[in-house]
């Protein structure tokens, strides 16, 4: 699906940093943005941005909300792509300057420079299953009572979800990785470029219609990607954030 996007030379791509209490290295990166330390053209935010932001549930910004106001003002002056990934979704009320793409809009169809390039969280052909799943949790009247019921029970619900989530090691290899994107996606799609996150891989592989990048997880080493192919043939230049907390 095209959107008319195009990727700048200079983006910053973060992906699944997976922000919460238990794992606040966003939160540094974020404001080296904001006060302008670090400099971007672009940022492309590619889902799984925060543990747990669900834009029908107030709750949820609660522990989010110093991102979510420094994000809102950067898109003020940068412009700010967004793909919601599985722990991040119905964004638009939440970030209103964004471009901001569910998961039923995924893979997005971008251009950079002379190249075509698709992006997406990760997440957009799962099982059957995982489909309901994807569609009966976004539903406005499911996150109506899940919301109540979490209010009821004095926010049970979505702390154990937080402290459960904080816990998973985001840096297990995915054995066969290449054998399962190849089935997956290579005889679907023709570009130069294929970008995702959602598996943590931080992996290139090259297959005959495109360069296929699955990019590192920021909640795994604290990975960011600036885009600087007028530099380097790899598209895709990997930084590692440092900085104490």
Not at 111 to 137: M, P, R
Not at 170 to 186: A, M
Not at 228 to 244: Q, R
């Amino acid at each position: 699906m095209s959107h008319n996007l195009k990727i700048k030379e200079g983006a910053l791509i973060i992906s699944d940093a997976h922000f919460s209490l238990l794992r606040p290295e966003l939160l540094a990166l974020i404001e080296e943005i904001y006060f302008k330390r670090v400099k971007t053209t672009q940022l492309i935010l590619m889902g799984d941005i925060f543990d747990s932001l669900f834009g029908s549930i107030k709750y949820t910004y609660k522990n989010n909300q110093k991102i979510i106001d420094m994000l809102n003002e950067i898109a003020l002056n940068v412009e700010v792509i967004y793909l919601e990934g599985n722990h991040d979704f119905n964004l638009k009320k939440v970030f209103r300057n964004m471009k901001i793409f569910t998961i039923y809009q995924q893979p997005v169809l971008c251009s950079y420079e002379d190249k075509k390039i698709y992006l997406a969280h990760g997440d957009f052909d799962g099982a059957f299953g995982y489909k309901v799943y994807t569609y009966l949790i976004r539903l406005p009247l499911i996150l109506f009572f899940l919301r109540i019921i979490d209010n009821l029970s004095k926010h049970s619900i979505l702390n154990f979800v937080d402290n459960h989530l904080g816990k998973k090691d985001d840096c297990n290899e995915f054995t066969g990785f290449k054998d399962f994107i190849k089935r997956r996606i290579e005889e679907k799609y023709s570009c130069d470029y294929f970008i995702e996150g959602h598996y943590h891989q931080n992996k290139q592989i090259g297959f005959k219609k495109f360069i296929y990048i699955n990019l590192g997880a920021f909640a795994c080493n604290q990975r960011y990607f600036t885009v600087e192919f007028s530099k380097s043939k790899e598209l895709l230049k990997e930084n590692i954030f440092s900085k104490e907390i």
